[in-house]
């Protein structure tokens, strides 16, 4: 059984930084690809970034770039998201979602290709 476990989420003040951690168990394929989505009250579920375990490729949402930054390590079953100079509007529940290889540029935004997905983990930025 795949099992998907994010954490690292908290209360933080604006322009303060979190690292989330996602942690893959249960895959029976390698080199998965990662991603990181965020919904925030009363909207959509929306991509904030991706990265392929097996080729290092990261991808980010536009508004995100610059501020989070996606990492793994070398078990390629732990993603990290750092995420800097954090604004209210960060403010949102964050899943980690795991596919098989390889990763699609076009339609990694979209929550429907995404295979498995974690409980979320909260992150609030208070203003």
């Known amino acids: 059984e795949v099992q998907l476990q994010a954490s690292g989420g908290g209360l933080v003040q604006v322009g303060g930084s979190l690292r989330l951690s996602c942690v893959v168990s249960g895959l029976t394929f390698d080199d998965p690809v990662i991603a990181w989505f965020r919904q925030a009250p009363g909207r959509e579920r929306e991509a904030a970034s991706c990265i392929s375990t097996g080729e290092g490729t990261t991808l980010y949402a536009d508004s995100l770039k610059g501020r989070f930054t996606i990492s793994t390590d070398n078990t390629k079953t732990t993603v990290y998201l750092r995420m800097d100079n954090l604004k209210p509007e960060d403010t949102a529940i964050y899943y980690c979602?795991?596919?098989?290889?390889?990763?699609?540029?076009?339609?990694?935004?979209?929550?429907?290709?995404?295979?498995?997905w974690g409980q979320g983990t909260q992150v609030t930025v208070s203003s």
């Open positions: 979602a795991v596919d098989r290889p390889p990763l699609s540029e076009r339609l990694w935004t979209a929550t429907w290709i995404w295979d498995y």
